[in-house]
Nanobody, 117 residues
Framework: QVQLVESGGGLVQPGGSLRLSCAVS???????????MGWYRQAPGKQRELVATITSSGSINYTDSVKGRFTISRDKDKNTVSLQMNTLKPEDTAIYYC????????WGQGTQVTVSS
């Protein structure tokens, strides 16, 4: 069974930065490498939204609200996906999750990101 473990969240002031990491286990490395991966977030009282995706070939897309501030990357050898978040805003406050771009796997616990002064 696939396990997704997100880490790197925390409390940061507006304008600050965080780097999130997602470790994928319980599945072959090949299966991870061929999967299109994504970072999602869910703010209190809101639906979960997809904020960034990276395909197996490295093509990347972002939702408009994070373009120019967030950078998604992946390490295929380590089965990890990262999200570098810069110039954070209070509206970025949410629990952040990783999954395939189609949300095919069971969700992990996520990592809380709080942007507040």
């Amino acid at each position: 069974q696939v396990q997704l473990v997100e880490s790197g969240g925390g409390l940061v002031q507006p304008g600050g930065s965080l780097r999130l990491s997602c470790a994928v286990s319980g599945i072959s490395g090949i299966a991870v490498r061929i999967s299109n991966m994504g970072w999602y977030r869910q703010a209190p009282g809101k639906q979960r939204e997809l904020v960034a995706t990276i395909t197996s070939s490295g093509s990347i897309n972002y939702t408009d609200s994070v373009k120019g501030r967030f950078t998604i990357s992946r390490d295929k050898d380590k089965n990890t996906v990262s999200l570098q978040m810069n110039t954070l805003k209070p509206e970025d406050t949410a629990i952040y999750y990783c999954n395939t771009a189609s949300a095919r796997w069971i969700w992990g616990q996520g990592t809380q990101v709080t942007v507040s002064s």
